[in-house]
């Protein structure tokens, strides 16, 4: 048969919904659990990768809903910042791809030119995320506590924030260089993306800028990052095939590149462009070098580039393989040193200078190294290993040589700031803020450095910030367990961070200046509070005037007097105390689940203000990171169009499998491709699990085996190990119990004789519950098709057990189980047709020094002990013999025994009483008669001497 996914898929949640059992008010007395994942921005239409995080906290949610706890699960969409900007932007220029993506999600020429502004924009979204993503996949969210980033009401809960942060001395305001779109005004660059298309991983580079002099009063200006290897210049580089520019700065005239003095302008008070001079006219003049006074020629390079730093370069080729190089080809090209009047003398001037001295190394690294990588060429793509290489080492071992006056001792790394702050205080130097790669606002605009000088910061530098969050994280749930472990570093490298920006953003006013944006990771650290608070909002109870600092501070502090409260807000007392009897129930939150990208940006700040602004009590309790779905080996961006979308992948797979797909496909922790034969082989899975159900319906004996026992023993022990998964909240594993390991024990019981409908549908009111967290409408489905009532989802899991009972019937079909893989891989590799297998059990000593064994510490086994217990039953001088080595393997092998194994190896059973029952079994199994003995028995017959292999939980097998 082949099922209807859609449609159990609607019928399913429209019942949910309608019972509104997906809504989350207190229940006194209650345990409760509070998770949310990292809100998406509202950049465009979301995609497959998105629904990883999203679903498997659907799935932890659920999974808690059904152990007893009232949960609140609510979500929410992050528009501040300029993405909504930008997509209306698209639509208003009617950009061929945007209008294209817009039709073919189904969008009518009306919906489109309501996309032309960016409220539309976020309006539209909001709605597709709610409809189209998270009801869809039916999610057991509180859709009563949506909110929004730019919603009136979660804007006074962020001025309120950050009132907070200035009343504990954590704002602070000072002149900063930011990363600035020159329309839209700053934004962050990190991994997130949030304000930016491109360039996630660049960092704002601080060059020195040296000043060259020239004869007619102008000065070649070069941006380095190292200074100190200003002894080591033999030439200045310039780019002949480039225009430069005079550039008028703080009285003097600097020969920059043009889009160098554009940079420049954003960075200092007074730039202007006089005009241009072309780089030709430049080569063979010669200037003087900065600090040491050195005169030196202009030589041609082309890998000057306009863009990178001033266009201009220092030469040192006894320190940058690059500059040697460039040497060693001048040298070679004939044709451009007659082009531009370059004499041999200018030349063989231009000889490499020692000047730092580093383990390893002779005198000129760059040299050496390019001989040692047979570099010869500028066009070597080894250039840059060898640039990197050298750099290290001299960098961070070398020390300045005697040839650097009063720098000789010193090591680079001192050197280099000592140097650069001499150049400076003497007005040799200058500073300019470049980025290390290209950076692209969301709106299609380059991102330069510019200065703001009145830019204001959260402290997150602060010292006792710093030690009250790192000593709370050590108390939190925080996984992957690398990610707990390095989250102390990622708080202790945290600086001051920019919290507003001045531009065309969308977001709330910052209360202080209303001049400033509050910035979009600066609103998107407290919000777990105000889900909390936001039904009352969007109920109308509250309105967003009435939200002042004393409302939150009564709500989610519990100070104020709630009389002045009741009056500035319009809200009762009475209601008052119960939104703030909701805030305590409710928190602290219990996990916040986002994407890898949050490691360093979102979830330390999350954190810190947490810390900073509420009260130990109802600090975070923990941090969960999932990795991404990527399309050919890099992560989906929904703001690039994205890939498969998600309504079309809910029609062409289903929802359950695309939800399995997410919890089974591989660990949270690691990145996994979309692959949509994989998504289609998890549908088959449900497919099969409906059938296999149907089929189990249908057996009608109530005859009973002794198998029985076994099927419910072996889902109490299933049951308990499924509850130690999520413990950890492994989904993988869990998902992996339920999907195939409790199908194949159903199928094990059939095959062993098992067919009592009664156990069968025991069976079967423990299984489908278990599929309700990852698979909830075929649960759903399912659980009515057996009969049941009401929702599987509202059904309580039982907690499973470990008894000796329990243990005992897992541990007798497990000595089956082996044995008959034993006996397998017997006739295989002997490719034997056997009349009569004879099975011989361990003997009673080996049993007993086994039981002996289990008794003493884990890893602290006495062999000798065990060896001399045994010896004064051996009858014979091959068990004397035999004695002193099991004694040592069993030894080995309780020591490192994983738990469950310990378990298994101490359950209490007759091996031979079990093996005689199954004998007919095994017989029908491999096509002969079956006979069992013990090891102990005198009668027993073995001309192979094989019975000594045999041990406690694995028989020695013959086969004749």
Known sequence: MTLDFSAMEAKWRTAWYKARINESNPVPGKKKFFMIFAYPGVTGYLHVGHMRGYTITDAIVRYKMMTGHNVLFPVGTHSTGNGAISFARKVERGDPATIGILEANGCTSETIESLANADGVVRFFNEVYVNDYWKRFGFMSDWRRFTCTTYPDYSRFIEWQMRKLKAHGLLIQKPYFAPACLEHGPVAIDASETDIQKGGTAEVLEYTLLKFDLDDGRNLVAATLRPETVFGLTNFWVNPDVEYVDAEVDGETWVVSRPAAEKLALQMDSVKVLGSTDGSALMGKRCKAPFTGKMIPVFPSNLCDPNIGTGLVMSVPSDAPVDWIGLVELKRNSDMRARYNLTDEMIEGAKPIAIIDTPGWGPMPAVEICERMGISTMADPKLDEATKEVYKAGFHRGVMNSSCGEFSGKPVEAAKDAIRAQMLSGSQAAIMRDLSEEVICRCGEKVLVRKIPDQWFIDYANPGLKERSKEHARTMKI????????????????????????????????????????????????????????RYANEGIIKPDGMTEKFFDYVILGEGDVTVVEAESGVSVETLGMMRAEFEYWYPLDINLGGKEHMTVHFPVFLMNH??????????????????????????????????????????????????????????????????????????????????????????????????????????????????????????????????????????????????????????????????????????????????????????????????????????????????????????????????????????????????????????????????????????????????????????????????????????????????AASGFLGEQFGCAVEVRSVDDPELVDPKGRSRFAKPGRPAVYAE
């Open 611 to 916: 810390v900073a602004i509420l009260r130990p009590e109802h600090r975070p309790n923990g941090i969960m990171v999932n990795w991404y779905i990527t399309s050919t080996g890099s992560k989906i961006s929904k703001s690039k169009g994205g890939a498969q979308p998600i309504p079309d992948a809910a029609e062409k797979f289903g929802v359950d499998a695309m939800r399995l797909f997410y919890a089974h496909i591989s660990s949270l922790f690691v990145d996994v491709a979309w692959d949509d034969e994989k998504v289609e082989s998890y549908s088959d899975r449900l497919e099969k699990t409906w059938i296999l159900v149907d089929d189990l319906l249908r057996i009608g004996t109530e005859e009973s085996t002794g198998m029985d026992a076994w099927l419910l023993a072996r889902l109490n022990m299933r049951l308990a190990k499924l509850h130690e998964h999520m413990a950890d909240y492994d989904i993988r594993s869990y998902s992996n119990e339920v999907y195939f390991e409790i199908s194949q024990d159903i199928k094990w019981y059939l095959r062993r004789g098992g067919k009592s409908r009664s156990v069968l549908m025991d069976a079967l009111r423990t299984w489908i519950p278990l599929m309700a967290p990852i698979t909830p409408h075929l649960s759903e489905e399912l659980w009515e098709h057996i009969g049941q009532k009401p929702f599987v989802s509202l059904h309580r899991l039982s907690d499973g057990s470990r008894n000796d009972e329990v243990i005992s019937e897992e541990a007798k079909e497990k000595l089956i189980q082996n044995l008959m893989q034993d006996v397998s891989e017997i006739l295989k590799v002997t490719s034997m047709s056997p009349t009569k297998i004879s099975i011989m059990v361990a003997p009673s000593w080996k049993i007993e020094m086994l039981s002996a064994a289990l008794g003493q510490p884990k890893g602290k086994v006495d062999v000798s002990a065990l060896i001399k217990a045994a010896m004064p039953d051996a009858k014979t001088p091959e068990m004397k013999k035999a004695i002193p080595a099991f004694a040592k393997d069993v030894a080995q092998e309780v020591s490192r025994a994983a738990e469950h194994d310990r378990v298994m190896l101490s359950a209490k059973f007759d091996e031979l009483e079990v093996l005689k």
């Open 479 to 534: 996984l992957p367990k690398e990610y707990f472990d390095n989250i102390q570093n990622v708080i202790e490298w945290y600086r001051e961070r920019a919290c507003v920006r001045l531009g065309n953003w969308l977001g709330t006013r910052f209360p202080f200046d209303q001049r400033w944006i509050i910035e979009a990771i600066a609103d998107s650290t407290l919000y777990p509070v105000y889900y909390v608070l936001s």
